[in-house]
């Protein structure tokens, strides 16, 4: 194989193996824990986060909803967990040249952090 190929490889199988790794975490989630718990938000969270960055559009806004979905339910919106699920929204949004989404997103970012910091940061 040429040297040219070797970084699409490299990526190809770490793709994979985060891939089966989250596989068979989400088995264990969803067979202990159910579908609407933290675990399984965060689990649809990463696959859209690998689904990002394979350049997947529509598979990445798919689990990113969902996570969106089951987060915000299960954990409210002003959390890390949130703001991560509204970075990678905006990401995707932007990169998909859909600029009313990302400005959404990036809204609902910045409204979370203000949120977070007050309820955390002041008496």
């Given at each position: 194989l040429s040297y040219?190929?070797?970084?699409?490889?490299?990526?190809?199988?770490?793709?994979?193996?985060?891939?089966?790794?989250?596989?068979?975490?989400?088995s264990l989630v969803l067979e202990h824990e159910g579908t609407q718990t933290l675990d399984n938000g965060i689990c649809q969270m990463m696959y859209g986060a690998i689904a990002l960055s394979e350049g997947n559009a529509k598979e990445a806004e798919l689990h990113l909803l969902s996570a969106e979905n089951i987060i915000t339910e299960v954990m409210g919106a002003g959390n890390d967990y949130a703001k991560t699920v509204y970075l990678y929204l905006n990401n995707l949004y932007a990169r998909w040249q859909k600029p009313e989404q990302a400005l959404a997103y990036k809204n609902k970012y910045l409204e979370c952090s203000h949120h977070y910091r007050f309820h955390i940061w002041l008496p």
């Amino acid at each position: 194989l040429s040297y040219r190929f070797a970084p699409v490889l490299y990526r190809y199988s770490l793709s994979t193996v985060y891939k089966q790794v989250l596989s068979a975490y989400e088995s264990l989630v969803l067979e202990h824990e159910g579908t609407q718990t933290l675990d399984n938000g965060i689990c649809q969270m990463m696959y859209g986060a690998i689904a990002l960055s394979e350049g997947n559009a529509k598979e990445a806004e798919l689990h990113l909803l969902s996570a969106e979905n089951i987060i915000t339910e299960v954990m409210g919106a002003g959390n890390d967990y949130a703001k991560t699920v509204y970075l990678y929204l905006n990401n995707l949004y932007a990169r998909w040249q859909k600029p009313e989404q990302a400005l959404a997103y990036k809204n609902k970012y910045l409204e979370c952090s203000h949120h977070y910091r007050f309820h955390i940061w002041l008496p």
